[in-house]
């Protein structure tokens, strides 16, 4: 006798086996292609504890990616009653570009579900079997869920006590001309801005490669 009841039914959207891969139109880099990196290194801003750092830059044919690194001064004593680092969803980034347009960190990076078991053709290859699901456009976004502009998304990190790094994705690459990184930490830092070539981020994009034939 088991000790166990018979599995619960899978959910109808809930594919029964893996689904083939395909590459994702806009939520992160396709895992089949060689990002290229960019020698862009920005320091946004420093005290006398903390510095905030625009680093580890890498073009996609879609997008790119980058790290916002909070560094602490490792000669400062540790505050035991207080954190040793600031929170990295602390740190705000954002995005100005060369033709006006904007994106930002706080600006949702998910489009709104309309129901239980909805699933948008940027998540159906990767988790339902039963094809793209359309629904009506939501502002920033198409009627099948993927962003209309720029989109910026985290990619999760991590450090240790005097240095972290959260990661992010650009959706969509800048266009030619000057870009503005806008950040703050609240609390550490007041908001800057730092102007930087975008171009080099266009033309390491054109060298990126997708190492595989696609089905």
């Not at 094809?131 to 990619?155: K, N, W």
């Amino acid at each position: 006798m088991s000790f166990f009841g018979p599995p619960p039914e899978r959910p109808p959207w809930m594919p029964s086996e893996p689904p083939k891969w395909g590459p994702p139109l806009w939520d992160r880099p396709a895992e089949d292609t060689l990002g290229v990196s960019v020698a862009m290194t920005l320091l946004l801003a420093t005290s006398d504890e903390l510095a905030l750092v625009f680093d580890d830059v890498r073009a996609y044919p879609n997008g790119f990616t980058f790290g916002l690194v909070t560094m602490r001064n490792p000669n400062l004593p540790l505050e035991m009653d207080r954190p040793r680092m600031p929170f990295q969803h602390m740190a705000r980034v954002g995005l100005e570009f060369a033709d006006g347009t904007t994106v930002s960190s706080e600006q949702p990076g998910f489009p709104p579900m309309p129901g239980p078991g909805f699933v948008g053709r940027s998540s159906a290859i990767a988790i339902s079997a039963v094809g793209p699901v359309t629904a009506p456009a939501s502002p920033g976004f198409d009627a099948e869920g993927v962003p209309t502009g720029h989109s910026l998304r985290p990619q999760g990190g991590g450090g240790s006590q005097h240095h972290q790094t959260m990661g992010f994705w650009c959706f969509r690459l800048p266009p030619p001309g000057t870009m503005t990184v806008h950040a703050d930490v609240p609390g550490h830092f007041d908001e800057v801005a730092v102007e930087v070539d975008a171009n080099p981020i266009i033309e390491a994009a054109g060298a990126s490669m997708i190492l595989w034939d696609r089905p």
